[in-house]
C-alpha cells in the first residue's frame, strides 16, 4: 500500500499532456496505477516512456484494490460505457470535458455517478486561473458591487487541418462545434461568475472559412437570472486567434479577466491588476497552455473525494453550461428568444 490516491489514465491522446505534467508535480501524494488505452502499442509505448504500468483492459486497472480513481480523456463519443464501468467499481471520475455529446447523455453520466456515489469532476481548468479566482472572490464578496452587465469573447482559431483530423467538426464525435468544444471553458468560467443564465438570443451557423458540419460562430444576448445583461461571442474562424476575454461591469468597478489576467478598473480611479500573461491555446497551438490549472484542479479534485464532498467542477455545474449551449443554439434555429432550463446545479 502507497499510502496515495490512487489514479488511472484512460485514453492517451492529445489531452494527456497537461494531465500528465500535472501529475508528476502531484507525485507526492497521488500515484499513477495504470495507464489504458484501447490501442494496445499506443498504451505499452506511453507506460515505457513515462515508467507507468500498461493495464492489459480497462476492467484490470478497475480492478486494482489500491485505485481511487480514473482520469477519463477519450473523446465524449467514447464515455458512457467508461463510466458505466467505473461507477459499478465505485471508482471516482474525472473527465474531460465536456460531459458528453448531448444534455441528454451528460445527465444520464450525472445521474449513474449520483446514483453509485462517486464523485464526478469535469476538467474546467480556467476555473483555476489566478485571475479567475480573484475575480470569483471579489463578486462573490460584493466587493465590486452589484453585476450590472457581462460580456464574453472567444475570438479562436482552428485550420483547416485541425478539422481534417477523423471526427473533427462532426456531431457524430463532438457533438456540435465551436461552444461545446472551444468555448465550453469560458462558458463555464463565465457562468461560475455570473451565475446562471436565464434567456438568450443568438445566431449561429458555419462560416465560409470552414467546411464542417457544425457552427464556428455564435453571438448572442444574454439575460441572467440576478438581472444582469450581457453578450457572447465565440468563433472558430478568427485568424491567427487571440486570447479569450469577460467583462464584468458592476456598480463599483469594471473586472476585465483576459486570458489568465484580471484588470480591475475601480470607480474610485483605482487600477489593480492580477494573474501572469499565459497562452489559453486559442490559436494554431490548441495546446499552448501551461499545466498549472490542472494540476490545481486535480489537487482539488483529489481533496473533495478525500473530503466526502463535490469537486467545485462536477458533472451538476457542467450540466448548467450544456443547458446554456442548448438554448443558444435552440434560439438560432428559432429565430427567437429561448429560456435556458437550469437545475444542473
Known sequence: MTGKFGIGLVGLGFAVTPHLRALRDLSDTIAVRGVYSRNR???????????????????????????????????????????????????????EKPVERTTEAAERIVALC????????????????????KARELLASGALGELATAYLVVPWWRSADYYSEPGRGTFAQDGGGVLITQAVHSLDLMLSLTGQAETVAAIAGTSRLHRIEVEDFVGAGVRFRNGALGSIMATTAAYPGAQEYMVFCCTRGTATLSGSVLTIAWQDGRREVHGMEASTGGGEDRMAFPHDWHRSQIAEFVEAVQGGRDP??????????????????????????????TGGR
Open 312 to 341: 467545485v467542477s462536477n458533472g451538476r455545474t457542467a450540466l448548467e453550461v450544456h443547458y446554456l449551449i442548448d438554448a443558444l443554439l435552440a434560439s438560432a434555429r428559432e429565430g427567437r428568444a429561448m429560456s435556458v432550463k
Open 41 to 95: 502499442e499506443r498504451r505499452e509505448a506511453f507506460a515505457a516512456e513515462h515508467g507507468y504500468k500498461a493495464a492489459e483492459s480497462y476492467a484490470a486497472l478497475l480492478a486494482d484494490a489500491e485505485l481511487d480513481a480514473v482520469i477519463l480523456l477519450t473523446p465524449p463519443n467514447q464515455r458512457l460505457e467508461l463510466v458505466e464501468q467505473a461507477a459499478r467499481a465505485k471508482k471516482h471520475i474525472f473527465m
Open 114 to 133: 449520483e446514483q453509485a456515489g462517486i464523485r464526478l469532476g469535469i476538467t474546467f481548468q480556467h476555473r483555476f486561473r489566478e485571475g479567475a479566482l
